[in-house]
């Protein structure tokens, strides 16, 4: 399967630049896997869609305040670095700008001097593997020094950052948020849960190799970055329970089906587990948990459109993507959603 199969024109004016005042009154796209039928909601509508007994899916990673900029110790030059993922301890995988200025052994210092690194290694693709140092609590220096690592389609600056986090986040540890879920308000959330449908809570923290472009042509050839996830013994009762009672399974979000999808066991049954995870899931996967899912518009040629073609259909998916431009759908972060049924 090729790379092109899964290309589409996106004009740039539908790149949503700022997320909706409500956020569930964003637009949704219902698309029903097995017709190629769609519909037309606003995503609070969701509910009608959702029986009792169903189990909704949520991702509850939150965003750290990844980006910091800092000056080498020898030169006072300007760096900038995105934390990625944490390997151990206070030992991260970063992107770095420029790269050149970050040779192994090169020391840098953030801010006056609160938080100082070290670059230990140079990986494949060029990501750092630096080292921190600092006296205190490392989230409350990064909340002082870091800013929120907003993706680069986003030019707009966000004035609340609180609105790239979900309702709902509490693991703190990704480098981008679980899009799909900024749609859900805590009211939302209850009235779902009022209505007989199961909450579970799963943990993936969000690498920026899930929206790395796909370079290979064929897309089989394309390598995953691992991500960490953790599903507890109490997500998957109740997830199995919904599954054995003939209910449906809805992700919320491709994070969420990766942790799903990567915590299946060689019988096929879904088990508590930990970990990293670098499962590519693209059109001839055959799911082994989910039955429907929640997601937002993502990018030409992605491995996340891959994914979602995976379970819609290619046809479906590809189609469903032409109507949502179309109809001036908002794509991206901060855009509208699409329910596949």
């Known amino acids: 399967m090729k790379k092109e199969d899964f290309y589409f024109e996106l004009p740039e004016d539908l790149i949503a630049q700022y997320p909706l005042e409500n956020r569930e009154e964003s637009r949704l796209l219902v698309l029903n896997k ?10 609070k509508e969701i509910i009608e869609y959702l029986e009792e007994g169903d189990c909704l899916v949520l991702n509850n990673t939150r965003v750290i305040p990844a980006r910091i900029f800092g000056q080498r110790v020898d030169t006072g030059s300007s760096i900038e670095f995105l934390l990625l993922k944490r390997v151990e301890g206070d030992i991260w995988e970063t992107l770095v700008k420029p790269g050149k200025k970050a040779k192994i052994g090169s020391e840098i210092i953030f801010g006056d001097g609160e ?3 070290k670059v230990l ?35 707009a600056k966000l004035e609340d950052k609180e609105r790239y986090q979900t309702v709902y986040s509490k693991e703190e540890g990704s480098a981008a948020a679980p899009t799909a879920g900024l749609h859900f308000t805590k009211e939302l959330i209850q009235e779902i849960s009022k209505k007989g449908v ?18 290979s042509d064929n897309i089989e050839d394309h390598i995953m970055h691992s991500e960490y996830f953790e599903i507890s013994e109490d997500a998957v009762e109740l997830i199995n329970s919904s599954k054995k009672n003939g209910k449906k399974v809805i992700a919320v979000g491709t994070t969420s089906v990766r942790t799903l999808e990567s915590s299946v066991n060689e019988e096929g049954k879904l088990i508590p587990k930990s970990g990293w995870t670098d499962i590519f899931i693209y059109p001839g996967y055959e799911y082994k948990v989910i039955d429907r899912l929640i997601t937002n ?27 949502a431009v179309k109809e001036k759908y908002r794509f991206f972060s901060f855009g509208d959603a699409m329910f596949i049924i």
């Open 34 to 43: 097995e017709t190629g039928e769609i519909n037309h909601k606003v995503f």
């Open 198 to 215: 199961k909450i579970a809570y799963v943990t993936l923290h969000v690498g920026l190799g899930t929206f790395r472009p796909v370079k």
């Open 121 to 155: 290694d140079i990986l494949e693709g060029g990501t750092r593997v630096i080292e921190f140092y600092y006296d205190g609590i490392f989230q409350e220096i990064l909340d002082r020094l870091g800013e929120m690592p907003l993706p680069p389609y986003i030019t």
């Open 297 to 323: 518009f993502h990018l030409p040629e992605s491995t996340l459109i891959m994914l979602v073609s995976a379970l819609a259909g290619k046809e479906n998916t590809m189609n469903a993507y032409e109507v």
């Open 115 to 117: 938080l100082k690194a």
